[in-house]
């Protein structure tokens, strides 16, 4: 694999700014979904951008370690950098787990509670 990890010098607040640009989340959304894809296949969903906006993105998105890619042929493919999602945003979100855990619990008592009453 091309990737290395450099994550322990990520700083999550650069991510956030990274990820705050609607154009990145979406290439790191379709990067999700098909794995790998080239530039190519990448601006076929932005019909928008010329190529050369879309490496752009791809670009800052690889400064930060995000993202690589790797050479098949003539082409760059580009995968997402699990360690970076794994060793950086995964503590970040981590913090507030507790909330949604508790929100879902909440949820799941207010239903058992209403087909109770509704059975009753």
Known sequence: MASCDKS??????????ALG???RRTIMDLLAEHDEMT????????????????????MQLRKLN???SIKRGR???YRINPEVVSNVLRP???KYEK???????RLKQAAESSKRDHDE
Do not use: A, C, M
């Open 21 to 23: 640009d609607n154009t």
């Open 66 to 68: 995000l993202v690589y």
């Open 92 to 94: 970040w979100v981590k």
């Open 99 to 105: 909330y949604w855990d508790d929100t879902l619990i």
């Open 75 to 77: 082409e760059q493919i």
């Open 8 to 17: 322990s010098k990520v700083d999550v607040r650069d991510l956030f700014n």
């Open 39 to 58: 530039v190519k296949q990448l601006s076929e969903h932005f019909p928008d951008l010329v190529r050369s906006g879309i490496s752009k993105h791809l």
